[in-house]
């Protein structure tokens, strides 16, 4: 059988074959050096927000003034992914509840955080603050 025999012989049929070799090749290697691969929109990621400010909650009549140290926190919180992308320090409250305390010399407190809908909290970093009193300036 010649070269010319063995080419034209099924030819259609060996088109065929080579067109979808070449087009299932290139679906694997564009799906393998995707730049997005390794990201997908879908799924859940964690985001680690630093220096993240923490309010002190107290009654209306309290008047006494508090200092914390520290003053800031770094959060982790987990949550839908394109959701995650958009999270600032502003969308969690990150606060300390002192309407039950009457003496605050000495006083650790546990952070508390609420995060947005959807977001679980991972890690707080430190987990509790040092509380104390500060005189009002005369």
């Given amino acids: ?10 030819f259609w049929l060996k088109l065929f074959s080579l067109v979808l ?3 299932i090749w290139f679906a694997i290697f564009s799906a393998q050096n995707s ?13 680690e927000l630093q220096h993240v400010p923490v309010t002190v909650m107290k009654s209306a009549g ?10 800031t926190v770094d959060v982790t919180v987990q949550g839908p992914r394109a ?3 958009v999270l600032t320090p502003g969308s969690l409250e990150v606060f300390i509840n002192l309407s039950d305390v009457t003496d605050t010399v000495g006083l650790t407190k546990k952070i508390l955080v609420h995060a947005p ?15 104390r009193p500060v005189s009002p300036p005369q």
């Fill in 1 to 10: 059988m010649s070269v010319r025999d063995a080419v034209l012989h099924n």
């Fill in 21 to 23: 070799a070449t087009m």
């Fill in 35 to 47: 730049p997005r691969a390794d990201r997908p929109l879908f799924g859940n990621a964690s985001v």
């Fill in 62 to 71: 309290d008047l006494r003034n508090f200092q914390l140290e520290p003053g």
């Fill in 83 to 85: 959701k995650a992308q």
């Fill in 117 to 131: 809908p959807d977001f679980t909290v991972v890690k707080v970093s430190p987990a509790e603050v040092r509380i």
